[in-house]
C-alpha cells in the first residue's frame, strides 16, 4: 500500500483504540467491527482519493491555464482595438472635414452632370415638340382642306339641286345611258 493509505490506516487505528478505551461500561459487543468497518472505509477512500485526485486536479489547472490565457489574448484584442478607437477619434475632426469637402465635391459634379442631362433632355423634348407641332399643324391643313373641299361639293350640290328641273334631270340620265352604251363591250362588237 501506499504511504498515504498506511498513514490513513494508522489514524483509524489510533482514533478505534483510544474510543475504545474511552469506553468504561461494557455496551456494544459490536463497537470494535463498526471501528474496523469505519478503518476500512477511510483506506478504501484514501486509495480512490489518491488514484483519481492528481488527473482531476492536474485537468482542472490546465483549463484554468487556459482560460487565463484566452482571457490574456481577449484583454489585449480589446487593448488594441480601444487604441485603434482612440487614435480614429483623434483623428475624428479631421476626417469630417475631409469628408465634408469630399461631399461638396460630390454634389458640385453631379449638379453639373444632372445640368448637362438638364440640358440634353429639354433639346430632346423642344425637338419633339417641334416635331408634335409641325404634325399637328399638317394635319390641322389636311383637315382644312378637306372640310373646304366638302363645303365646297356641299354647296355646288345646293346650287345643282337649286337649278335643276325634271326635263333636265332627264335629260342628264339620258346623257349618261347613252355614254354608258357607246363605251361598254357589247356595243363596240
Known sequence: MSA?????????????????????EPGDPWLGWKWANFAILVVALGYLIRKHAPAY???QSTEIRQGIAEATQTKQDAEARAAAIDRRLANLESEIAKLRSEAHEEISAEGGRISRETMHRLQKIQSQGEQEITMMSRAGRDELKKYAAELALNLAQQRIRSRMTKDSEDGLVDAFLADLRRQSPDARN
Open 4 to 24: 498515504c493509505a498506511t498513514r490513513a490506516l494508522g489514524l483509524a487505528l489510533v482514533f478505534a483504540v483510544s474510543a475504545f478505551a474511552q469506553e468504561t
Open 57 to 59: 486536479f492536474a485537468k
